[in-house]
Nanobody
């Protein structure tokens, strides 16, 4: 089960930190963030590799890499997305999911996911 939170209304240039509380064997799974703007398909934002250690690999959709940072806290079964310098085009519902890490290179816009989608959290950036 996945529960996203932390969204809200923010002015352009502002920041938000999204959280995703997960149940189950969270440390074992690579996790990712996705977003869906109104009227558009859900697209990949960022992913972080799984494992018990503190060092994880990350992947980003290229245009977002300089502004977004994905992280995880396995002790809290929580995934995060720090978003800085937000732009109106970042407005979307943001979702988290367990990700098939091996699918990212071949499916960079839509990596394979494993879990049912949660409700997401709305991010609205005003100009």
């Amino acid at each position: 089960q996945l529960e996203e939170s932390g969204g809200g209304l923010v002015q352009a240039g502002g920041s938000l930190r999204l959280s995703c509380a997960a149940s189950g064997r969270f440390p074992n799974y690579a996790m990712g963030w996705f977003r869906q703007a109104l009227g558009k398909e859900r697209t990949f934002v960022a992913a972080i590799s799984g494992g018990e250690g503190d060092v994880h690999d990350t992947r980003y959709r290229d245009p977002l890499k300089d502004r977004f940072t994905i992280s995880r806290d396995n002790t809290k079964n929580t995934l995060y997305l720090q978003m800085n310098n937000l732009k109106p085009e970042d407005t979307a519902v943001y979702y988290c999911n367990a990700v098939d890490w091996s699918s990212i290179p071949t499916r960079p816009e839509k990596p394979r996911t494993f879990a049912s989608w949660g409700q997401g959290t709305q991010v609205t950036v005003s100009s």
